[in-house]
């Protein structure tokens, strides 16, 4: 018997500035159904004869909730109610070398997060060339960069703010800023 994928527990992070209580639980509950469905869909695959097309189509949705699934633990795990700024140190040296200074950083991932559309909003480093890149995922399963390690992320799907902020999404990005969690971006960061 495969282990089924855990539930990790985010309830820590209620009371958090800039995020309503309620807000959070409903994005809690949405993840906990990437989970569950990421778990229904690998207990499906095992009991279907690969090669078939319903094994095809379960294989598609598969990599939807597993994207699902990470995207909101990376989302979830680089939020703290510890407000701290990023400090000097080897990620720090890194968006500064690739974006030229960490302001020129936060405005382009800023601007990225701010265009029409639903999405994630991901600051990635190349295993290859250690390089950090900002790029846009329009849905869970497509958009990923290959070979790059998700550093940063930041939910910009209407659940992630439309019910605190309305359609101010600009306002929700200055609060996901005041509550990201730099050690868990570092910890992420390949040195």
């Known amino acids: 018997?495969?282990?089924?994928?855990?539930?990790?527990?985010?309830?820590?992070?209620?009371?958090?500035?800039?995020?309503?209580?309620?807000?959070?639980?409903?994005?809690?509950?949405?993840?906990?159904?990437?989970?569950?469905?990421?778990?229904?869909?690998?207990?499906?695959?095992?009991?279907?004869?690969?090669?078939?097309?319903?094994?095809?189509?379960?294989?598609?949705?598969?990599?939807?909730?597993?994207?699902?699934?990470r995207l909101h633990e990376l989302y979830f795990g680089n939020l703290s109610k510890e407000h701290k700024e990023l400090g000097a140190g080897p990620l720090r040296e890194a968006i500064e070398q690739s974006f030229g200074s960490f302001d020129a950083w936060k405005l382009a991932f800023s601007s990225i997060g701010l265009m029409r559309g639903i999405g994630w909003v991901v600051l990635y480093q190349d295993v290859s060339s250690h390089r950090l890149?900002?790029?846009?995922?329009?849905?869970?399963?497509?958009?990923?960069?290959?070979?790059?390690v998700p550093l940063l992320v930041m939910d910009v799907f209407e659940h992630a703010y439309l019910r605190d902020y309305g359609?101010?999404?600009?306002?929700y990005i200055g609060s996901f800023f005041e509550n990201i969690y730099w050690k868990a971006v570092e910890a992420r960061f390949i040195a």
Do not use: C
């Not at 989970?35 to 949705?61: C, D, H, M, Q």
């Open 1 to 69: 018997m495969i282990e089924e994928y855990v539930k990790q527990d985010y309830s820590h992070l209620l009371g958090l500035s800039g995020f309503s209580d309620v807000l959070l639980t409903d994005h809690f509950s949405l993840y906990d159904g990437y989970v569950k469905n990421t778990n229904a869909l690998s207990e499906l695959l095992r009991s279907e004869e690969p090669g078939t097309p319903k094994y095809s189509e379960i294989e598609r949705r598969f990599g939807w909730e597993w994207n699902g699934m």
């Open 167 to 171: 359609f101010k999404r600009v306002d």
């Open 133 to 148: 890149i900002i790029s846009w995922i329009n849905e869970h399963d497509g958009g990923h960069l290959a070979g790059a």
